[in-house]
C-alpha cells in the first residue's frame, strides 16, 4: 500500500462527496489507497471501468475474505467487521457455482412475492406511519417514516410479525453504522432471524422464508439465517435511503415543485437520479485479489481489500463528459452493483415498489407539504457505506387520519 492513503471517514463524505470524488480521483487516479478505522489499507476504486473490471471478474476480484492479508491484524471487535466480516457462509462470501446456486434460491423465493399484495403492505404500513402524525402539522420523514417503513414490509414478506419490526429496524441501523452497537446489532438479526427459521420448519407459510426452506438444493438453516440477514439489510436501508434522498430532492429542487402538488410522473425520475447522483449505496466492501495485479495504475497485491466505490464511478467524467444527469431511462449506473454479486432484479423491483409506494403516499396524504428548516443544513448520517439523511424535518397542513 502507498504511503498516501487517504482515511475513509470525515465530514466531506458526507457533506460534499462529489467534490471529493473529484479531489480523489484527480489526485491519485481511479484507484485510491485509503485507511479504514484503525489505520487498516483498502483500495477505493472510484473508475467507472475499473469497477466494471472489478466486478465483472469474480475469479481475480474474489468475494472470498479468508485471502485478506490483513486478518492478523484485525481485532475481534473491530467495528467494521459486520460489514466487511469474517468469511461467513452467506451468499455475500459464495464464489463459482455455489454462488450461482445460492442466487437462484434468493431470487426464486423473491419472485413468487405478488406484486399487487407488495403493493398492499407497502400502502397500509405507509398509511400508518402518516397517520402517526397528519394531525400535528409536523414531522421529520427520515425518523418517523423512512426508517421505519421498508423493514416493516420485508419483515411481513419474510415471515415475521409486525411486532418484531421496530426492533429489527434498531438492529439493522446499529450494524451499518459501524460504530459501538454494530456487533450487539449482527446479534439480535442473527437470533431473530434463527427463531423465525424454526417456526416456519414447524409451521410452513406462504412466505419468503418457508420458500427458501422448501428449495430443493436443500441448504443448511445456518446458511438460510445468513442469507436473510444479508437480504434484510440490503433491502432496507439502502431502501430508506433512497425514499428519504428522494424526498429530499423533491423538496429542494424546483424542477420537481410541480410533482408536490398533484403530478406524478416525476417520481420515478426523481427517484433515479438519486440512483445517479446521491445513491445511498456510496461503497460496498468488498473484493479480494486472488494473486497480484494491475488496477487503475496500481499495483495491486494478492490478498489486498477493495472497496466498490459505487458513487465515485457513477460520476465518473470518462463516462459523464457533457456534465448530464443521466436520469430518464438511463439505469446504467452502479447503485445496484454489477456482475455475479449484483442486487438480484426481484429485489431491485421489491424496492422499487417500497421505496415509490412511500414517496407517493406521502405526496398524496400531505398535499402542502414544505421543508421545516433551510435545505443546506440537512446533514447526513456518518456512515462510510451508506448516503443518507440524519433526518428530513417538514411542515404541512394537519389533515384527518385516514
Known amino acids: 500500500m502507498t504511503t498516501d492513503a487517504v482515511p475513509l471517514s470525515g465530514p466531506r463524505f458526507q457533506s460534499e462527496p462529489a467534490r471529493l470524488y473529484r479531489e480523489l480521483r484527480r489526485e491519485h487516479g481511479p484507484v485510491t489507497p485509503v485507511l479504514l478505522d484503525g489505520d ?3 483500495w477505493l476504486v472510484l473508475g467507472y471501468r475499473e469497477l466494471h473490471q472489478v466486478t465483472g ?16 491484524t484485525i481485532p475481534d471487535d ?11 457462509p452467506s451468499i455475500l462470501y459464495t464464489v463459482g457455482e455455489a454462488h450461482r446456486e445460492r442466487a437462484g434460491m434468493i431470487s426464486n423465493a423473491l419472485e413468487e412475492v405478488d406484486a399487487s399484495e407488495l403493493r398492499g403492505h407497502a400502502e397500509r404500513f405507509a398509511d400508518e406511519l ?8 409536523e414531522t421529520d420523514l427520515v425518523a418517523d417514516y423512512a426508517m421505519l417503513l421498508p423493514v416493516r ?5 419474510f415471515g415475521f410479525s409486525d411486532e418484531q419490526g421496530p426492533g429489527l ?8 453504522n459501524g460504530r459501538e452497537g454494530a456487533i450487539a446489532g449482527q446479534v439480535h438479526l442473527g437470533t431473530s432471524m434463527a427463531e423465525l427459521l424454526a417456526d416456519r420448519k414447524a409451521d410452513p407459510a406462504d412466505d ?32 430508506a435511503d433512497w425514499i428519504g434522498n428522494s424526498l429530499r430532492l423533491m423538496l429542494t429542487d424546483d424542477r420537481f415543485a ?17 440512483l445517479w447522483e446521491d445513491t445511498p449505496s456510496q461503497t460496498v466492501a468488498g473484493r479480494w485479489a486472488s494473486r497480484d495485479t494491475h488496477l487503475g495504475g496500481r499495483r495491486i497485491r494478492a490478498g489486498d481489500l477493495l472497496l466498490l466505490g459505487l458513487q465515485g464511478a457513477n460520476s465518473d467524467p470518462q463516462v459523464r463528459t457533457d456534465g448530464s444527469a443521466l436520469t430518464g431511462g438511463n439505469n446504467a449506473h452502479f447503485s445496484f452493483g454489477h456482475g455475479d454479486h449484483r442486487c438480484p432484479f426481484p429485489a431491485q423491483e421489491i424496492a422499487e415498489v417500497i421505496a415509490r409506494t412511500a414517496i407517493e403516499v406521502v405526496l398524496d396524504r400531505l398535499p402542502d407539504i414544505d421543508l421545516a428548516i433551510p435545505a443546506e443544513s440537512l446533514t447526513r448520517r456518518p456512515s462510510p457505506w451508506l448516503r443518507g439523511l440524519t433526518e428530513l424535518p417538514v411542515r404541512f397542513t394537519p389533515v384527518p387520519v385516514v
Open 208 to 239: 419468503v422464508v418457508s420458500r427458501m426452506l422448501a428449495d430443493p438444493a436443500g441448504f443448511t438453516d445456518e446458511e438460510i439465517v445468513q442469507d436473510l440477514m444479508v437480504m434484510l439489510a440490503a433491502g432496507h436501508q439502502p431502501t
Open 130 to 137: 402518516i397517520d402517526a402524525v397528519c394531525a400535528k402539522g
Open 40 to 42: 487498516v489499507p483498502a
Open 57 to 72: 471478474d469474480p475469479v481475480l476480484f474474489s468475494r472470498d475474505s479468508d485471502l485478506w492479508n490483513q486478518w492478523d
Open 169 to 176: 429496524v434498531t438492529a439493522l441501523n446499529d450494524m451499518i
Open 153 to 157: 414490509v420485508l419483515a411481513r414478506l
Open 78 to 88: 473491530w467495528p467494521m467487521l459486520p460489514m466487511i466480516g469474517r468469511k461467513q
Open 258 to 274: 410541480a410533482s408536490l402538488f398533484g403530478g406524478r410522473n416525476s417520481v420515478a425520475e426523481a427517484m433515479n437520479e438519486v
